[in-house]
């Protein structure tokens, strides 16, 4: 895949500090852990997929719809692989607003410590703006670039617009690998919801505009690659048709089924409570997954919840024991001893494994109310304050529905 875009409900307001600190702590650990285990490429090829991005940035515990998932987890990721940047290789650079400005300048820097070519960077960084915020005039207007480079020279941008008036957001990815030209037709299709008539200048028949237009360089464009898109509902709610619920009942029979806690590959983790395997899981297939387990991101809302408490507040208790386990299981791995890390990346498999023969229920509702009741014994909190004990006379009256 070179490139795709996401249609996401406008969100506005600030990441609370307790969450902020967690998706730091997790997505490091997400991100040190794909370099270790495939590769450099391997990550920037899953940042360019905008439904593995959406599925990041649900398991990290944020709105899994909202459009400030692209914000919050590229703040994330900046923070903590540039923390680490000399043993990963891999640099993060520009954001949001004024940040994104300070892109050219960071890409120098780097430049100068990795002897990549940083005027070749610079220009690729600004020709991917272009390309999205004045070549294609889809209605949005850019705010946010983020460039990511590797010390191969490979790249993926990841930039968001906003449209005011509809009150959406649209992201866009990129990746250099697979990118045959910028300014012809850098993209099969712009993906989203029909607004009307658009001025796309990459397209074939725009070349005399655009040289008149923009002085770029024009390459022979290779095969073309079909974009991928993602729309996201304006609801804040997650129902059972955003979720495969087959996948999902195969992660929760995984994790709280007491005959699967005999499984060989499972005895490293012993001692975790079956709530933090369910994350475990749900995070292990993040890093070990193949793109076709992403069509449903929503169903990564099912490891941490989210800060609005959709689909259920935050259990930081949880959260918490995920990142200790992760960063644990890193550490001995950089010193030789990977068992705990192939325990880690067993769950996804014997997750994957065990929805061969797993029919699923009726229990969508259930499984959230569950989740709501019992999030106050696992530190639950959103936006708006503590998850508190439900009352018992609202459990009863729920047995009973």
């Not at 991005?53 to 990290?60: A, I, P």
């Not at 692209?70 to 640099?91: F, P, Q």
């Not at 005895?267 to 070990?288: A, W, Y």
């Not at 509702?365 to 004990?389: C, F, I, M, P």
Request: charged share 25%.
């Amino acid at each position: 895949m070179k490139r795709g875009s996401a249609d996401l409900p406008l969100h506005y307001g600030t990441v609370p500090q307790w969450l902020a600190q967690r998706m730091c702590l997790l997505g490091g650990a997400i991100a040190e852990a794909i370099v270790m285990e495939y590769g450099r490429s391997a990550l920037l090829q899953r940042l360019s997929d905008p439904f593995w991005f959406q599925s990041l940035g649900c398991v990290l515990g944020m709105d899994w719809h909202s459009s400030g998932i692209t914000t919050s987890v590229m703040n994330a990721l900046k923070k903590a692989i540039n923390r680490r940047s000399g043993e990963l290789g891999v640099y993060v650079c520009g954001g949001r607003g004024k940040a994104s400005r300070q892109t050219p300048a960071e890409l120098l820097d780097i430049a100068g410590k990795t002897g990549l070519n940083g005027n070749e960077l610079v220009r690729s960084s600004r020709l991917s703006a272009k390309v999205d915020n004045t070549a294609l005039q889809d209605g949005f207007q850019l705010y946010l670039h983020s460039f990511i480079v590797t010390i191969d020279g490979e790249w993926a941008v990841i930039q968001q617009g906003m449209n005011t008036e509809e009150k959406m957001a649209r992201r866009y990815h990129w990746l250099s690998s697979a990118l045959p030209s910028f300014t012809e037709e850098p993209h099969a299709s712009v993906c989203g919801v029909n607004r009307g008539m658009i001025l796309n200048l990459t397209a074939k028949e725009a070349l005399p505009a655009k040289e008149g237009i923009m002085q770029l360089t024009a390459m022979s464009p290779g095969k073309l690659l079909r974009e991928v898109s993602l729309i996201l509902p304006r609801r804040h709610e997650v129902t059972a048709a955003d979720v495969d619920m087959k996948r999902l009942g195969a992660t929760l029979v995984l994790a709280h089924e007491r005959g699967v806690a005999n499984i060989e590959e499972l005895l490293l983790l012993e001692g975790l409570g079956p709530r933090t395997l369910q994350s475990l899981t749900l995070t292990s297939e993040i890093i070990h997954g193949t793109p076709s387990r992403f069509s449903d991101p929503a169903r990564f809302s099912f490891a941490h919840g989210g800060k609005d408490g959709h689909p259920f507040p935050v259990p930081l208790r949880v959260y918490d024991q995920t990142v200790e386990t992760f960063d644990k299981a890193i550490r001995l791995a950089r010193l030789g001893d990977r068992d705990k890390s192939d325990a880690l990346k067993n769950l996804s498999k014997i997750s994957l494994e065990m929805e061969k023969g797993y029919t699923p229920g009726d229990y969508f509702e259930r499984l959230l109310q569950h989740e709501r009741d019992s999030s106050w014994q696992h530190g639950g909190k959103t936006v708006y304050g503590d998850a508190r004990k439900p009352s018992e006379k609202a459990v009863q009256l729920r047995l009973w529905e």
